[in-house]
């Protein structure tokens, strides 16, 4: 149904666990990117990447770490993460960083840190 | 970066009740786009608005992009239980989203 596969759908983990969510495009899409989505707050984009390199990082904590090795692929390192990290991570991917191309969503990874 | 608000956040009708919501901008957007999710699902995209004070449609939803392009609405007119989810706006400036409404649907 979906252009976009994020793995795992649901990840639980504790505060001093690694772990890494990854997202495939199979769109041919040259940007991507990492959005978070909690109860609380809308829809905030985390990292850009476009052509591979990273465009846009908004503030994010360092232990959120991203990856693009190609413009199919791209991952989230999590490292010492706290419980308010809690959330729903979805990826998305767009032909083009701007301009008129939608972006298409994966199903998003149900994050639950104790 | 820019400011995009959206109201009302939540919105509850009854079967066949029409529905709108609002997306107002800080600034000037160079296009908006909205987007439904539905509960337990993700974000999936409607439609996108690129000229001032344009209107597009698609059956019972109706896009319109303020002349000023600052502002956007989307309008439901006669609501079913399939309409339920949350409606975002988002500035394709810098993709970022407007908190949403959510619509909740009495049959």
């Known amino acids: 149904e979906t252009g976009v596969t994020q793995t795992p759908r649901h990840l639980v983990m504790g505060m001093t666990n690694k772990k890494s969510l990854k997202c495939e495009q199979h769109?041919?899409?040259?940007?991507m990117y990492w959005y978070k989505q909690s109860a609380k707050k809308p829809l905030e984009l985390m990292f850009v990447?476009?052509?591979?390199?990273?465009?846009e990082n908004n503030s994010v904590p360092s232990r959120f770490s991203p990856e693009c090795p190609n413009s199919s692929h791209l991952f989230l390192h999590l490292h010492t993460l706290q419980p308010e990290d809690s959330a729903l991570y979805l990826c998305?991917?767009?032909?083009?960083?701007?301009?008129?191309?939608?972006?298409?969503f994966g199903n998003g990874t149900r994050l639950t840190v104790t | 970066g820019q400011q995009v608000m959206q109201i009302p956040q939540y919105q509850h009708v009854q079967e066949g009740e029409d529905f709108t919501t609002y997306c107002n901008s800080s600034t000037t957007l160079s296009n908006i786009q909205w987007y439904k999710q539905r509960p337990g699902g993700h974000p999936v995209f409607l439609i996108q608005l690129v000229k001032s004070g344009e209107v597009k449609k698609q059956k019972r939803l109706t896009f319109q992009f303020g002349e000023a392009k600052k502002n956007s609405s989307l309008h439901i007119t006669a609501t079913q239980t399939t309409d339920v989810g949350t409606y975002f706006c988002?500035?394709?400036?810098?993709?970022?989203f407007g908190a949403g409404t959510r619509l909740t649907v009495k049959p």
């Open positions: 990447y476009s052509l591979e390199e990273r465009v």
């Open positions: 988002a500035g394709r400036n810098d993709m970022r």
């Open positions: 998305a991917s767009s032909q083009g960083r701007a301009g008129n191309s939608p972006l298409h």
């Open positions: 769109l041919g899409h040259n940007a």
